[in-house]
């Protein structure tokens, strides 16, 4: 009887896989325990009525695997397209989200920061393939962390698990929260005041592209309820004050140049002048009432002086300003959206965009 082995590098059929799993079947019920065992133990699992071989329940504080015992290790998720489930579409991200690690970033006197960092990484699997090792992404922020600042970091960890991965587009975001010394408006006091920012790098089709996202928090008056609190003093010397509200916007920039963080804010500041207060005495509440005062501002005002401060930069290339005013008057927000470039361009929106910008304190 002639006996014709199959490739081994070919996958059998289902048909020749149950005719295999039958023949061995057939064995193992003729043969001996001894006999199963010198093939292989798990052999007898086959058998009707078997279960698993007695295992261990110790815990081997000793083994340590080797490259051969790695390389027979099981990997299903970088597994043959075969094992796919659904359909073979292309997946734009997948990865990881809320990876934390300490990062150093610059700041713009000479010095550095190590802050608590929270890491987003994808890359884009193609449709044939099964799945990614999401485990060297963070191998490859490890590799950088200690030696790199903030871009830095991300540009060598994208390199990095890119080539590792094989794909062909990638994206990585560092969110943390950078302090900035502030001096108050009449005292003389000082604190610090903590921004919430990311940093972004993309890759798609080969063009990186480097983006950075400060939420600012301000405080906004209603122009109109302040001219109805003036004229109802005026008119019938009633007292009445306006309402306003913290106030939150966010700015996402696509960098054509260096920039600062601090460079960052201080246009932000440049646009909406009235920053929330780290530390205030008498004077400075009364000077922050005044300062309200001449500048009362609508959320539509509240976009478009940011976008005056960010056209007017050249290191700034698109961008996007999503305001939300957290209003005492309504049990509803005023928000605004405006962007400039493809880059932010977008027909949908999240559903729980404006919902993001809340300042937590």
């Known amino acids: 009887m002639n006996i014709h082995t199959p490739e081994f590098d070919r996958k059998p059929s289902r048909e020749e896989a149950e005719a295999a799993l039958a023949l061995l079947r057939q064995w193992a019920g003729k043969s001996s325990d001894d006999e199963i065992a010198r093939l292989d133990a798990s052999v007898g699992c086959l058998l009707p009525g078997q279960g698993y071989p007695a295992l261990s329940r110790a815990y081997p504080d000793s083994f340590r695997p080797d490259d051969d015992y790695r390389a027979a290790m099981p990997d299903l998720q970088n597994g043959p397209a075969s094992l796919i489930r659904g359909a073979k579409a292309r997946i734009q991200h997948v990865g990881i989200s809320n990876f934390r690690l300490p990062i150093r970033f610059a700041t713009r006197d000479g010095g550095a920061l190590v802050l608590e960092t929270s890491v987003t990484g994808t890359v884009s699997l193609e449709a044939e393939k099964k799945g990614i090792n999401m485990s060297r992404i963070m191998r490859s922020f490890y590799a950088h962390a200690e030696k790199e600042f903030s871009f830095g970091v991300i540009e060598a960890a994208l390199d990095d698990y890119m080539r590792d991965l094989g794909s062909f587009d990638a994206r990585i975001q560092m969110r943390a929260s950078f302090?900035?010394?502030?001096?108050?408006?009449?005292?003389?006091?000082?604190?610090?005041?903590?921004?919430?920012?990311?940093?972004?790098?993309?890759?798609?089709?080969?063009?990186?592209?480097?983006?950075?996202?400060?939420?600012?928090?301000?405080?906004?008056?209603?122009?109109?309820?302040?001219?109805?609190?003036?004229?109802?003093?005026?008119?019938?010397?009633?007292?009445?004050?306006p309402h306003s509200q913290r106030s939150v916007a966010r700015l996402s920039v696509e960098l054509k140049g260096e920039i600062w963080i601090e460079d960052l804010v201080e246009l932000a500041r440049n646009a909406v002048v009235t920053e929330t207060q780290v530390m205030v005495k008498r004077e400075d509440e009364q000077a922050f009432a005044e300062l309200n005062?001449?500048?009362?501002?609508?959320?539509?005002?509240?976009?478009?002086?940011?976008?005056?401060?960010?056209?007017?930069?050249?290191?700034?290339?698109?961008?996007?300003?999503?305001?939300?005013h957290q209003e005492s008057l309504h049990s509803h927000d005023a928000i605004s959206l405006l962007t400039e470039g493809a880059t932010f361009a977008a027909e949908s929106l999240d559903p729980r965009l404006f919902q993001g910008l809340i300042h937590a304190g």
Not at 221 to 240: D, F, K, N, V, Y
Not at 303 to 310: I, M, P, T, V
Request: overall charge negative; glycine content about 6%; hydrophobic content about 40%.
């Open 179 to 241: 302090p900035m010394r502030m001096e108050s408006l009449r005292s003389g006091l000082s604190g610090w005041q903590y921004y919430d920012i990311a940093l972004e790098l993309v890759e798609v089709a080969g063009v990186r592209k480097r983006i950075v996202h400060l939420d600012y928090v301000y405080s906004s008056t209603c122009p109109c309820s302040l001219e109805l609190s003036e004229h109802a003093r005026s008119m019938r010397g009633q007292l009445a004050t």
């Open 293 to 324: 005062a001449a500048n009362p501002i609508f959320v539509e005002d509240a976009a478009r002086l940011f976008c005056e401060e960010l056209r007017a930069d050249p290191r700034i290339g698109d961008f996007r300003v999503v305001a939300s």
